[in-house]
């Protein structure tokens, strides 16, 4: 089956140039083929000088007084505008506005998620509209909402530049981003890259919440340590004392050692007194 032609039914662009038998005004300067001015001539003159050499009479100025008029090929002279006519929209930058919403009460993983998404915005060169949406009574709480935007605008600083603060309007706040000059000027690179400076497992709800009382907890910074307690003399002397070697044997270790080879003397003794008298009451009764 034929695929049906679709034609195009919008009225083809009209050719609103003045050239030739066009030029209604009495006389036009003229600037012949190699850019040098002619002067100003009657208009029947000046088409006549350009079709002796079959060229065309293109008016190029019409607002000037006399209007000016080029001797040239108007077909290359037509598709030479249409060059740059292209070439200039190719140079033009397409901002696109693109929206990414969120909640005063978001978990860490869905701020990771829609963080990314605007980050990749950025990257493409696209502003970027952050939407807080407050349901019920949270819309008496706008420092939660102010407090997620400037965490993302700061964690993106290198990426986008805030072009609208944050701003209330009924039960939304928004805040647009743009691209930052680096990304317009091609120093950032459009592949995107993975943060890992974000903690998972907390919840930006609560460091919104954290920031009625505390501003700090939302720029990220850590309490400061307190400093070490100065050691004292009692610590110190715990410390000084000499651990003994292991060579150096203590009186209670060198008596605990000499007990037993004093006892072994002293039953050997006793063993012996006793053979002796036994020996002498064995001699009497012989006798």
């Known amino acids: 089956m034929p695929v049906p032609r679709r034609f195009d039914r919008r009225p083809p662009e009209r050719d609103t140039t003045r050239i030739n038998d066009r030029i209604r005004v009495p006389e036009v300067r003229v600037i012949d083929e190699d850019g040098n001015q002619i002067g100003v001539m009657k208009t029947p003159d000046a088409l006549a000088y350009a079709q002796e050499r079959d060229l065309d009479l293109v008016e190029v100025a019409p607002e000037a007084r006399p209007p000016v008029c080029r001797v040239l090929d108007y077909s290359k002279y037509k598709y030479e505008q249409a060059q740059k006519q292209k070439q200039a929209r190719k140079h033009q930058q397409q901002i696109t506005i693109r929206e990414i919403k969120f909640r005063p009460k978001i978990a860490q993983h869905d701020y990771d998620t ?3 998404h605007v980050e990749r915005f950025l990257r493409h060169k696209d502003k970027v509209k952050v939407t807080i949406m407050f349901r019920g009574r949270e ?6 909402g102010t407090a997620i935007l400037d965490r993302l605008a700061e964690e993106l600083s290198e990426l986008g530049v805030v072009e609208q603060r944050p701003m ?4 939304n706040m928004t805040m647009m981003m ?3 000059k680096a990304v317009l000027a091609g120093r950032v690179d459009v592949a995107e890259a993975h943060d890992g400076e974000i903690r ?3 919840h930006v709800g609560d460091v919104a919440s954290a920031a009625i009382e505390s501003p700090a907890a939302v720029n990220g910074a850590q309490p400061a340590a307190e400093p070490a307690p ?3 003399d009692a610590d110190v002397t715990a410390d000084a004392e000499p651990v003994p070697d292991a060579g ?10 000499d007990t037993p080879a004093e006892a072994v003397v002293a039953a050997e003794a006793e063993s012996a007194a006793e053979a002796d008298a036994g020996a002498g009451e064995s001699r009497s009764q012989k006798g």
């Open 178 to 180: 743009a691209p930052s």
């Open 139 to 144: 819309v008496t709480h706008p420092e939660r």
């Open 168 to 171: 209330q309007e009924g039960r």
């Open 114 to 116: 829609k963080k990314h």
């Open 248 to 257: 150096d044997v203590t009186d209670a270790e060198a008596t605990a050692a």
């Open 230 to 232: 100065d050691a004292t």
């Open 200 to 202: 998972s497992g907390t």
